[in-house]
């Protein structure tokens, strides 16, 4: 059984591909075929980067409290 692919290499590329969606979905012509894809695409990477911001947050809480554990 393989390991799936990350959505994105990283926060800032997710946001980036994230840009480029919606500077394409903003267009007065948007393909119809390609709307729901694109879309789909962009709820994955939304996901993918409040992943990541929750991971920060809790990581973040760590340090903060260990820096509390050493006063």
Known sequence: MTTPEPVATGYAAALDELE?????????DVDVDVLAAQVQRAAELIAFCRDRIGNARL????VVSN????A
Do not use: F, M, N, V
């Not at 480029?20 to 007065?28: A, D, K, M, N, P």
């Not at 990581?59 to 760590?62: D, N």
């Open 20 to 28: 480029t969606i919606l500077g394409q979905l903003e267009r007065t």
């Open 59 to 62: 990581q973040i809480e760590q």
């Open 67 to 70: 820096l509390g554990d050493d």
